[in-house]
């Protein structure tokens, strides 16, 4: 049945009700109503019989008063006002109860205006009457206390006959109105009018006539009374009140009729509802049955659920509202302290906002989760979940509550994170295994191809491990490879990879070391030599102090396209550096090999050069504007014995790396220094030449002692300060920048003065550049490089001017090649230059020569 | 919904049930006690035609005293200059002395002013009868252009403004001041004018010694001369209607007839009305000088030997005449105790 059906049934059974209701008061109203309208009917008809029995009596004589005859109307009144008020309440509206009503109040009105008629006629009659009576009697008195002999006979004749038969005849005309002759009376009292004439005496005469008046007005007024009388019998209200009573009966049957029709209607429609209620409750109890037996089950369920899984249920906005008590065991959080609480008191750290972000969202728009999360519990430890929410939406569709549940993982997390963990791991050393490293060098290697850099992986093998490991058992044999493992791992830190393939085997894997192959191999040949220095040191094993050696085979990648050939290649050069009598590392590639190799010769050369006296100085001259010799850089140059001259970019980084540049820079300012103080003695220098530039490396800057050194130097070569100018790089200026500040003021308090060589190449912060006492800035060669066609770089460098100048430095260009390029740092307000525009670095001789020229 | 259908059921089960005991137990009603008329008053007096005043009367005292308050209060005319009281005195008889009461204009009224005591008893008010009830009397009064000029209108407003009526009317009736319940006060109050214990009572009553032989006399003559035949009940009059001038015309004797001459007939418009009045009460006739509805009589003789010769046709010889003012006179009742009188100086 639709919803639409039951609800007009509904509808029905209420209409239904409330008419039942309705024609309950009804009927008792109307019930009452008509007891009440029988009534007044019964009691008009009563009063109107009261009525008509006081005007008898009064007629008759019995009352002698007319008190009660007004109020008998008065009642009549009454009712018959009731009456019509019940027949207004009863709402009947047949026209001839209402015609016949009017007519009963016409009756009634025409009624007492017929008894205010009679009453006065019977007054009268009475008055008259009562007169005669006496009047007669006293008048015979009268005459009987007189001389009989005087009077007339007539009169005698009056008095003694006619007075008393006139007595007879009104009593007969007054009690017996009907059979009286009326007309009889009428000629007797002619007859004794004509009488009276011949009475002579006048007293008699005049009182006779006067009651003879008297009786006319009887005989007149008894007609009239008896008229009156006749008339209110024959307008009897009782046939108007019987009509009225017979018709409202009619009306009040057929209304019965009506209204019991109505109720068997409704009586019949009520059993129908009564009915079908009982089938809609039958419905009910039966649903009811079912719904008790499923929600048995689901108790059942629930338990088993309980037992299993860990439920909480929040609201809308995730506010816990009900935990089960598998939850509150679980996370070892009491029941009362979760609830009205939110998911974050059990939340770890484990997973990123956005996952959580993404289980709110797919949730919130009524989705269901499922998923592993990982969770802590009041202790701190984690607690992983498989864990499953299910949102819950109302009737409008919208959420309202969340229902989760979830079931504890963690011990199977642990076994797979174990399972995983051995998967890639060697069991021994716990570092990364054979499989693991595969995954790594392809994802370097993918790394390094996009970046453009080179990685290094270096191919380990302990030197006579079998030796150890046959003389003092595995297990020793393990120790020290544990060992050795820590101690790689240290080497290496977390950049790179340390990886085990078994045996006394293992694998440094480093990433993305330099873009430069030179570079590259030059740091993969300290990191093979501290490898090398931290596994020839002892190792203590259970009392036994063990020495072994390592032979490592190093190659780069990605030079080849498969990351397998990059082990075989490394397993290559670990044969190499084997059959090179262990202990050693070796390159795979030959030229990288070679270069090594020069490396270590230039490098132990390079500590003879000083000795030797292979250190050339070279003078790059500066110029101003207008073309005047200003200065000059002095520059270093190698003349190796065998090689012939090697470039500075060859031997400078090898000789900071070795420390043989403090050596070396303090050979130069010495050298520097006698040179200028020779010129400055022997040559008539121009006016114009100021300070010769010597360079400062960073390394030699930072020694404690370098202002010691420069001052021992100043006093050993009585140089004049002055003409001494320090050039240091932007790097340094700020690795410590109060220490350093500080270094260059004492400098320059001795007269000294600094300048920034390769100004714009370096990470200057210029906000600190202004504390900086600085003379001179040195605008780096590559920005000078076609300045005039160089939009970015003529911004550059007309910054750098605007800039030195706002701090009051001065500003030196270098590398300036072509004419273009000084016209336009001319232009931008640069005006003292170096470069091979104007001359080539040349020896000390050629630059005596220029100072002798000039 | 089931609910509503048991309820549904009852009320059907009920509805049955009441019909079938109204049915059952109808012609019971009917045919008791319930349906028959009421008991006629039993007289305990001397058989007369004239009935003793009741001692006392059952009325609500609250709206005797609000009535009284009204009845006194000029405020009830337009021009708060006249009250019920200016023509009704109760310290005079219940009238004004006057043969015609003074109107709101100054002017002498119309018709003389009946007293207003014993008026509960007579079965019409005013002399032509116009009026059933002291209500319509009443309000009628208020309204008469002579009288109280006043419009229900503007009179109710008036009496709400007053805070003792607002406050007695409120505590009387729930419906406080409105048309019926002042006329119902009025005439409570006047219900209440009743003159009970005259002598005459008292005689009614079995006091043999109440009155004198004379006074015995002349109601034996009262009777014998049929004045009985229109004075009699409570009032002794005042419950029917007579023609004035049964055996002579007054009238034309008098002359000067004016419209309130007619009398009934200007209640009734029928032509045997013309002339006919309301027979008047002869209660206290002795104090409620001057007589006659245009009260152009001032001493009662005068008019007990104009009734003779108007009513009966006849001369009464002057011992009846004495004898009948003397019986007339022990009609003077009490009210509250006091024994009316008429004013001196109008006598």
């Known amino acids: 049945m639709t919803s639409k059906v039951k609800s007009i049934l509904i509808i029905v059974g209420i209409l239904c009700s409330i008419s039942a209701i309705y024609f309950v008061i009804i009927n008792s109203n109307f019930q009452k109503n008509h007891n009440e309208i029988l009534y007044d009917l019964q009691n008009l008809k009563n009063l109107d019989n009261k009525l008509d029995k006081d005007i008898l009596l009064i007629r008759t004589g019995t009352i002698r008063h007319y008190d009660y005859l007004d109020n008998g109307f008065i009642e009549i009144e009454k009712s018959l006002n009731k009456l019509n008020v019940l027949f207004v309440n009863d709402s009947i509206k047949s026209t001839n109860i209402k015609k016949l009503q009017s007519r009963l109040s016409e009756k009634i009105k025409s009624k007492e205006a017929m008894v205010n008629t009679l009453k006065s006629n019977i007054g009268v009659l009475h008055n008259s009457f009562m007169y005669y009576s006496n009047e007669s009697h006293r008048l015979s008195t009268h005459f009987h206390m007189l001389d009989s002999e005087q009077l007339s006979n007539e009169l005698k004749w009056i008095i003694s006959t006619e007075l008393p038969l006139f007595n007879t005849l009104i009593i007969n005309l007054l009690s017996n109105p009907t059979s009286s002759d009326k007309t009889s009376f009428s000629r007797r009292i002619q007859f004794f009018n004509s009488k009276i004439n011949n009475v002579k005496e006048e007293i008699f005469n005049k009182k006779l006539r006067i009651l003879i008046l008297h009786l006319e007005v009887i005989f007149e007024r008894n007609y009239l009374v008896d008229a009156a009388l006749n008339e209110i019998s024959n307008n009897s209200l009782i046939e108007v009140i019987d009509k009225i009573q017979l018709d409202y009966l009619n009306l009040f049957e057929e209304n019965q009729k009506k209204i019991s029709s109505y109720q068997n209607l409704i009586y019949i429609l009520s059993l129908i509802l009564v009915f079908y209620c009982l089938k809609l409750l039958w419905k009910q109890l039966s649903t009811l049955r079912e719904m008790k037996e499923i929600a048995v089950h689901l108790g059942y369920q629930k338990q088993a659920l309980d037992e299993h899984a860990i439920v909480s249920i929040t609201d809308e906005n995730g506010i816990i509202s009900e935990v089960n008590k598998h939850f509150c065991e679980t996370f070892g959080i009491k029941r009362k302290d979760i609830i009205g609480q939110n998911h974050h008191l059990i939340k770890s750290n484990y997973h990123t906002n956005g996952f959580y972000k993404d289980i709110w969202e797919t949730i919130t728009t009524g989705k269901v989760w499922r998923g592993e999360i990982k969770d802590k519990n009041n202790d701190g430890e984690l607690v992983w979940l498989d864990q499953t929410i299910v949102p819950f939406l109302d009737a409008k569709d919208v959420i309202y509550q969340y229902v989760s549940i979830g079931t504890d993982i963690t011990s199977r997390k642990k076994i797979e994170q174990d399972i995983e963990f051995q998967a890639y791991h060697d069991a021994l050393t716990e570092l990364p295994n054979r499989r693991l490293l595969m995954d790594r060098l392809e994802q370097m290697s993918s790394l390094c191809q996009l970046h453009n850099h080179f990685g290094g992986l270096l191919f380990i093998d302990l030197d006579r491990f079998k030796t150890i490991n046959d003389s003092l058992g595995h297990k020793i044999g393990d120790k020290l490879l544990i060992h050795v493992s820590e101690r790689l791992s240290s080497c290496i830190g977390i950049e790179g990879t340390v990886a085990r393939l078994g045996g006394d085997e293992f694998v440094v894997l480093l990433p993305e070391v330099n873009d430069d192959i030179n570079s590259v191999t030059l740091e993969l040949q300290n990191k093979a030599d501290e490898i090398i220095r931290k596994i020839r040191e002892p190792y203590l094993i259970e009392d036994h102090v063990l020495y072994t050696s390592a032979s490592i085979g190093i190659t780069l990648f990605p030079d080849t396209t498969q990351s397998s050939d990059c082990l075989k290649n490394a397993d290559i050069a670990l044969y190499k550096a084997k059959d090179a009598g262990r202990d050693c590392f070796k390159f795979f590639d030959a030229s990288m090999q070679e270069a090594a190799e020069v490396r270590l010769l230039l490098e132990n050369d390079l500590r003879d050069a000083l000795l030797k006296n292979e250190f050339k100085m070279f003078f790059q001259p500066q110029y101003d504007c207008e073309n005047t010799l200003i200065g000059a850089e002095l520059l270093l140059r190698w003349e190796h014995h065998e090689k012939g001259l090697i470039s500075p970019q060859m031997f400078i980084p090898i000789a900071e790396e070795t420390g043989i540049i403090i050596k070396i820079g303090t050979w130069v300012m010495e050298h520097g220094f006698k040179k200028i103080k020779y010129w400055n003695d022997h040559y008539p220098e121009p006016s114009t030449l100021k300070r010769i530039a010597i360079n400062v490396s960073p390394m030699q800057f930072m020694q404690t002692d370098f202002i010691n050194v420069v001052i021992r130097l100043l006093k050993e070569t009585e140089v004049d300060p002055l003409r001494v100018e320090l050039e240091i790089t932007e790097g340094m200026l700020f690795v410590n920048i109060d220490e350093t500040i500080e270094k260059i003021k004492q400098l320059q308090s001795l007269g000294l003065s600094f300048s920034i060589d390769d100004f714009g190449t370096g990470y200057s912060s210029l906000s600190y550049l202004n504390r900086m006492p600085i003379e001179k800035l040195k605008i780096d060669q590559s920005f000078v490089r076609d300045l005039h066609l160089n939009n970015n770089n003529e911004t550059i460098v007309q910054t750098i001017i605007f800039m030195a100048k706002n701090l009051g430095m001065n500003v030196i260009a270098e590398g300036v090649e072509t004419k273009e390029e000084l016209d336009a740092l001319n232009a931008m307000g640069c005006n003292n230059y170096q470069g091979y525009y104007f001359n080539r670095p040349m020896s000390e001789d050629d630059f005596e020569k220029l100072l002798n020229i000039d | 919904m089931s609910v509503c259908i048991i309820i549904n059921g009852i009320l059907y089960m009920l509805m049955r049930l009441t019909y079938l005991f109204i049915v059952l137990t109808f012609p019971l009603l009917v045919f008791s006690g319930g349906i028959s008329s009421p008991a006629s008053t039993t007289n305990h007096y001397k058989n007369e035609p004239i009935l003793p005043i009741p001692l006392t009367i059952s009325l609500d005292a609250r709206k005797v005293k609000l009535g009284e308050r009204l009845f ?276």
């Open chain 2, 72 to 347: 006194n209060d000029p405020q009830l005319s337009h021009n708060n200059l006249l009250a019920c009281s200016n023509c009704h005195q109760l310290l005079l008889g219940g009238d004004d002395g006057l043969a015609r009461s003074i109107t709101n204009q100054g002017k002498p009224d119309l018709i003389n002013a009946p007293t207003v005591f014993n008026s509960v008893y007579n079965f019409r008010q005013t002399w032509r009868g116009a009026f059933r009830t002291l209500e319509l009397q009443a309000e009628a009064d208020l309204k008469n252009p002579r009288h109280g000029a006043t419009t229900w209108d503007e009179l109710l407003p008036k009496l709400i403004a007053n805070v003792y009526y607002k406050k007695t009317f409120h505590s009387i009736y729930p419906e406080g001041i409105t048309r019926k319940t002042v006329l119902n006060a009025i005439a409570t109050f006047e219900k209440s004018l009743i003159t009970p214990n005259s002598r005459f009572d008292q005689y009614l009553r079995g006091d043999e010694s109440a009155i004198t032989n004379d006074e015995k006399k002349g109601y034996l003559y009262f009777k014998q001369y049929g004045c009985i035949a229109c004075h009699q009940g409570v009032n002794v009059g005042g419950n029917l209607f007579q023609k004035f001038g049964l055996f002579a015309d007054y009238f034309s004797v008098r002359g000067n007839i004016k419209k309130a001459d007619y009398g009934r007939f200007n209640v009734t418009g029928e032509e045997k009305d013309r002339f006919v009045f309301r027979v008047p009460s002869l209660r206290n006739v002795g104090v409620t000088a001057p007589y006659l509805h245009d009260g152009s009589l001032d001493s009662l003789r005068k008019t007990i030997e104009f009734m003779a010769i108007y009513q009966l046709g006849t001369t009464l010889p002057d011992e009846h005449v004495i004898k009948l003012e003397l019986f007339l006179n022990t009609l003077t009742g009490e009210y509250k105790g006091q024994s009316l009188f008429m004013k001196e100086a109008l006598r």
